[in-house]
């Protein structure tokens, strides 16, 4: 195998910044835009597990049935997101939205 054949299979971390000189300055741009929404998606879904949990384990008295209920509408909202997740910032931003309590 050949060096360039090599280097074409290395695969780069998607934050990388890249810095561009002119005029005695120097600025630094993204390399991957996406990276943003990325983090704000993550972090709506992270939110709302963090939100669930905390509901479940504060409950005093909560029954098996009470508890059930709970995780199938949990179940639910996690699949409207995982059908929604591809255009999230798209048509579908509003099942997203409605997953994410």
Same mark, same amino acid.
């Given at each position: 195998?050949?060096?360039?054949?090599?280097?074409?299979r290395?695969r780069?971390?998607?934050?990388?910044?890249?810095?561009?000189?002119?005029?005695?300055?120097?600025?630094y741009?993204?390399? @991957?835009?996406?990276?943003?929404v990325?983090?704000a998606?993550?972090?709506?879904?992270?939110?709302?597990?963090v939100?669930?949990?905390?509901?479940?384990?504060?409950?005093?008295?909560? @029954?098996?049935?009470?508890?059930?209920?709970?995780?199938?509408?949990?179940?639910a909202a996690?699949?409207?997101?995982?059908?929604?997740?591809?255009?999230?910032?798209?048509?579908?931003a509003?099942?997203?939205?409605?997953?994410?309590?």
């Amino acid at each position: 195998m050949t060096d360039s054949f090599q280097a074409s299979r290395v695969r780069r971390w998607p934050l990388r910044y890249s810095a561009t000189a002119g005029a005695g300055q120097t600025s630094y741009h993204r390399a @991957t835009p996406g990276t943003e929404v990325f983090l704000a998606l993550f972090a709506s879904v992270w939110w709302s597990w963090v939100n669930l949990t905390y509901t479940v384990n504060v409950q005093i008295g909560l @029954t098996r049935r009470a508890l059930a209920a709970y995780m199938f509408a949990a179940m639910a909202a996690t699949g409207a997101i995982a059908v929604a997740a591809p255009q999230a910032i798209g048509e579908r931003a509003w099942l997203f939205a409605l997953g994410t309590p």
